[in-house]
């Protein structure tokens, strides 16, 4: 009773004739999707995690989502006709929708909001993210390990800090194992462009690159690498199982069900309060793939070994010595870097050529 | 056996019949996909047609959105369509809608925090100016060099798009964004932002001026000498040089005037409904307008409710995703079938069908 009469003054208070009907027995929650369910990466791990909501609260939750919403003006109204037809708790999962899921909660006080990856917070709304760099720190192991021309690519979406932060983390644990080791990176400017990920794909085996890291979530690079042979992978986002065993060596993985579940529980129970989460592969918001049998057994029990040591908190990713690009000095030794730099993370570390575009 | 043959005259009465018959064909077809999919035909287009103008819950708030959606298409369509009566064909309205935001933003920024009224006109006027640029280099290299502008405006959309990746990773970049990219957030500032004139109703200056432009080019169209030389450049390109038009100075005026209300259009969005530039900013209306210019038949009015109905759809579409969980890329095919069914029926209107063997030769 009491949500009905909440939503029907936030309907008034923006001016809005009409009755909110929310129905008291059940839970409903949104998911506004930046690309579509089916693309085998990002959008399609949170509609896993929209259908693990489903399957653990049967009919005590109905859940709504929209897909391919545009960052901008489009999602601030798919978010308010969500927040309109009686949602409780939206889940906003694109960096880009962070402004307008600011402004959406500003006209719904009742409604809750959990933003992904972004940085604004407000009374009813908490932002969420996962610590890929851990995943990235494995990735980087495996493959200074199996590269035989010291040459790998990197397909970068977005010169934003997660990103950064991933290329870093991947360098560094590939050149611990190989001093060798060079990163060639492809700006591609999206998350989700099949075509031109496998040019970028294809440009970088091209330049003799045999391993290819990918920040895109389509799996063209997986068919390009396929396709020249002697290239390997890891799936991005989601498993990308269908490339296994070669060019898909392992993967990292996003896994949203727990935290998704754990939230809509709190709403239900009353007892969701805005916060922060960065959660890692501890928690399990991150998965490491199978490692397949392409990696030899060695390099697979190191990697495995380093991803214990994470999950545990004994080891983190980004410990000193590290000094950045242009050689000043960021980590001493043993120095763990603190999250506040990490998620504003807009610089290369040493040895990593070229520049961050802007 | 089925013929056809050309009218004499183009038909008025087809003229006018056929965008009304492309609706109900395309809600008939759309139907039919829509109950393919499993889901309730009839409740899938009242979703689309009828709720976000009367449905209770929604309709107070999607109706002003209806003019937020419509206001730029609405303003890009009108200058496309003039350059589309004389026959030139600019393709690059998207990358034009982007540079105007791209100089609108930046002159508003340049200002920031200043709290002065004329920020904000200053910035529409930069915003024009900068999508007038932008259609100027098809404009100009078609008069000097003959290139053909369908190719060089819409190649031109790749290079602004990726300006605005540069622009919103770096130049415009929001200081206080903590790496992020993207500018600073108009809504923010008020004498930068694009606010509604009449609180409540979608009614911001971008849907004011879309409003003015189809005034404007009616006049122009029907009143104006130029307009007059315009469609006739179009309609009897030989006659219209015999008649002493300057065919460049058309080029031009088309390009360029078809340019500014785009960047207008970009300007209104960037520091509106949008807020702020972020690298991907645009969102296709520069390409819907081309529809809306066309299912409008290229007539101010005409575009006007072209504009709205597509509105409508958009609007409509996401509420039926949300409320029928039909998928994105059903809407958009239902978009698409729009204009497929428009060009379809057009056929009538230059030619009629005959019946039987067709007359001798």
Known sequence: MNRRTLLASAALALGLAGTAMAQDDTTKVGFIYVGPVGDGGWTYEHEQGRLAVEEHFGDKVETVFQESVPEGADSERAMTQMALSGADIIFTTSFGYMDPTINVAKKFPDVKFEHATGYKRADNVSTYSARFYEGRAIQGLIAGHMTETNKIGYIASFPIPEVIRGINSAYLHAKEVNPDVEFSIVWAYTWFDPAKEADAANALIEQGADVILQHTDSTAPQAAAEKAGNVITFGQASDMGD??????????????????????????????????????????????????DAVPEE????????????????????????????????????????????????FYVEGLTGEIPN | MIHLVKRPQPSRV???????????????????????????????????????????????????????????????????????????????????????????????????????FIVFPLMVIAGALGGWAWGMIPALLKVKFGTNEILVSLMLVYVAEAWLASVSSGLLKNPEGRGFPGSRNFQQYDAGANTEVIAGTGMHWGVVAAFVAVIFAYVLLTRHIRGFHIRLTGEAPRAARFAGVNPGRVVIFCLGLSGALAGMAGL????????????????????????????????????????????????????????????????????????????????????????GQGETA
């Open chain 1, 243 to 292: 490339y296994a065993p070669m060019p898909r060596v392992s993967s990292i993985i996003d896994n949203w069900a727990p935290y998704y579940i754990d939230r809509v529980q709190a709403v239900m129970d009353g007892t969701w309060e805005s916060k922060d989460t960065w959660d890692g592969i501890g928690p399990g918001m991150v998965g490491i793939g199978e490692i397949t």
């Open chain 2, 268 to 355: 209104f969005e960037v520091s509106g409904p949008a807020g702020q530039i972020t690298i991907d900013f645009n969102s296709g209306y520069g390409f819907t307008a081309i529809i809306v210019a066309f299912l409008g038949r290229l007539h101010p009015v005409g575009i006007l409710l072209a504009g709205l109905l597509m509105a409508l759809t958009y609007i409509g579409g996401e509420l039926a995703q949300l409320m029928l969980g039909l998928p994105g890329a059903s809407i958009q095919l239902f978009q698409g079938m729009l204009l497929f069914f428009l060009l379809a029926t057009d056929v009538f209107t230059n030619y009629r069908l005959q019946f």
């Open chain 1, 299 to 346: 390099v697979k029990a190191e990697a495995l070994a380093m991803k214990d040591a994470i999950a545990a908190g004994e080891y983190h990713p980004f410990t000193g010595p590290i000094n950045k690009q242009d050689g000043t000095p960021w980590l001493a030794e043993g120095e763990v870097a603190d999250d506040g730099t990490l998620a504003g993370m807009d």
């Open chain 2, 14 to 116: 087809w003229t006018a019949v056929t965008p009304l018959l492309a609706v109900v064909l395309t809600m008939i077809v759309g139907g039919i996909m829509f109950a393919a999919l499993g889901k309730p035909p009839l409740e899938a287009i009242r979703t689309i047609f009828w709720d976000p103008l009367f449905h209770p819950q929604f309709a107070a708030y999607s109706r002003p959105q209806l003019l937020v959606k419509a206001g730029p298409l609405i303003l890009i369509a009108i200058g496309l369509s003039i350059g589309f009566r004389a026959g030139i064909w600019n393709i690059g309205a998207e990358g034009q809608y982007i540079m105007g935001a791209i100089t609108g933003a930046a002159v508003g920024l340049a200002f920031y925090p200043l709290d002065s």
